[in-house]
């Protein structure tokens, strides 16, 4: 049985991909944030621990014997919280990270379809850039997931792109993010060493 740890599993997304891994019985899921045991229960198949990713030790403790870490967490401290995951998985020998950025760090939204999310137009890029680089430099078998603003909408409304690639848009749907993050999870080679942005294909429709 695969053991993941998700950290940020109260948030937003998290929640979402804690939902969708909860149907795969071939899993067993920590559930790691701040207040996570105000959201979750412990069952056969599910740890609950709170968690401050600030601290490296809070860190280390919740990925003992786990295979996969998946990060969706996000905000000002992400470059420090990168750091202390990457140093915990390394004393902890995880080698599995699958990391959860944002869309424009690269500067790849064209100018023609609204660039403002870029990093250089965008100061709030700066964490996620930092803490991806981190990532990037880390050693792990990392993907680095990039989406943009996050609603609801069908599971296959997205396109993909890579580091060095334009992007094609700067909306996702939380569907399918949570696919794609499903089938990283499950495959511990798809994208390996990758950047991928994931996004609606907005490049022939009207700014949204």
Do not use: W
């Amino acid at each position: 049985m695969k053991r993941i740890l998700i950290l940020g599993a109260s948030g937003t997304f998290g929640k979402a991909l804690v939902e969708k891994q909860s149907n795969d019985k071939e899993c067993h899921l920590t559930l790691a944030s701040r207040h996570a045991s105000a959201f979750y229960h412990e069952s056969e198949r599910c740890h609950v621990i709170d968690c401050d990713a600030m601290n490296a030790d809070d860190l280390q403790q919740a990925m003992a014997g786990c295979h996969v870490v998946y990060c969706a967490i996000s905000g000002d401290d992400l470059p420090i919280i990168a750091e202390n995951m990457v140093s915990a998985m390394k004393k902890t020998r995880v080698r599995r990270l699958i990391f959860m950025g944002a869309v424009g760090i690269y500067d790849e939204i064209p100018a023609d379809m609204d660039d403002e999310d870029n990093l250089r137009n965008n100061p709030d890029q700066i964490p996620n850039r930092r803490a991806t680089d981190v990532v990037e430099n880390s050693g792990l078998d990392y993907t680095i997931l990039r989406p943009g603003y996050l609603r609801d909408g069908d599971k296959d409304d997205y396109t993909l792109t890579f580091k060095g690639e334009q992007a094609k848009g700067y909306v996702s749907t939380i569907p399918s993010v949570v696919g794609l993050a499903a089938s990283l999870i499950n495959d511990d080679t798809l994208y390996l060493h990758q950047s991928v942005s994931i996004t609606r294909d907005m490049s022939n429709t009207e700014k949204l």
